[in-house]
């Protein structure tokens, strides 16, 4: 079982940038998809980013060309660099870890506390 931490969030401007840390441990990290997720008040969790063992990465329409997840095994932390933010980009972000379909399909039972981003001016 893999025990996450989400760091990171804060209030920006549109347009503005901030970078999301996943301090991720109790597992073998390197063999674990990681996925970003989001959730806004009234919506459902979805997926933003989501980068498999191999460094393959996939993301959401929304945040393509903007938003950039990479992985640190080393130091078992998930990155999520969010450029060009906007007001839709509002919520609590959060990570997880599994195999790949999971990650994708959103299967866990368990999740941390989040962090929360909020674009406004």
């Keep these: 079982q893999v ?33 970003w997720y989001r959730q806004a008040p009234g919506k459902q969790r979805d997926l933003v980013a989501a980068i498999a063992s191999s460094g ?34 509002t919520a609590v972000y959060y990570c997880n870890a599994g195999p790949l379909a999971a990650v994708l399909d959103i299967k866990f039972r368990s999740w941390g506390q989040g962090t929360q981003v909020t674009v406004s001016s």
């Design 3 to 35: 025990q996450l931490v989400e760091s990171g969030g804060g209030l920006v401007q549109p347009g503005g940038s901030l970078r999301l840390s996943c301090a991720a441990s109790g597992s073998i990290f390197s063999r674990n998809a990681m996925g």
């Design 56 to 89: 393959m990465a996939r993301y959401a329409d929304s945040v393509k060309g903007r938003f950039t997840i990479s992985r640190d095994n080393a130091k078992n932390t998930v990155y999520l660099q969010m450029n060009s933010l906007k007001p839709e980009d």
